[in-house]
């Protein structure tokens, strides 16, 4: 069974991106538009192996999802990934203290991006 990725990000253009590159990789991909359905998506599922999200998202931002993932015993140790615009020192310390494993600042090369998955799902 392939593992499986949850893609969190306002920009559909972003989302479908990520989702290309994962399943050219072999992945599984589900996508959400922001935090709400990230989380509805996360229930949903039978199992997600790790979480690539945005932080500038609309209805719920990146860092209240991640907080409210790290908040539930199921899902505290899935690896999550950062993927933002949003390069600054303090939104990065925001991020991985809210318990995200890597943050990553867009554009994100391909093959970096696939590497960091890939060691994080070991």
């Known amino acids: 069974m392939p593992k499986h990725i949850l893609i969190v990000d306002e920009s559909k253009t972003v989302r479908n991106l990520v989702a290309f ?4 990789e072999g992945f ?3 996508t959400a538009e922001d935090g709400l359905d990230g989380l509805e998506k996360l229930y949903a599922e039978d199992q997600v192996d790790l979480i690539v999200s945005d932080v ?3 209805r719920m931002d990146g860092f209240t999802f991640i ?3 790290r908040e539930q ?3 505290r140790d899935i ?3 950062v993927l933002s615009t949003e390069g600054q020192e303090k939104d990065i310390q925001t991020g991985l203290t ?3 494993n890597l943050y990553m600042v867009k554009p994100a ?3 970096k991006m696939v590497r960091n998955v890939k060691m994080l799902l070991g």
């Open 67 to 69: 907080k409210n993932v």
């Open 79 to 81: 690896p999550i990934i």
């Open 56 to 58: 500038n998202m609309p």
């Open 28 to 30: 599984r991909v589900t």
């Open 73 to 75: 015993e199921a899902y």
């Open 109 to 111: 090369q391909p093959e």
């Open 21 to 24: 590159i994962m399943k050219k």
């Open 98 to 100: 809210l318990g995200a």
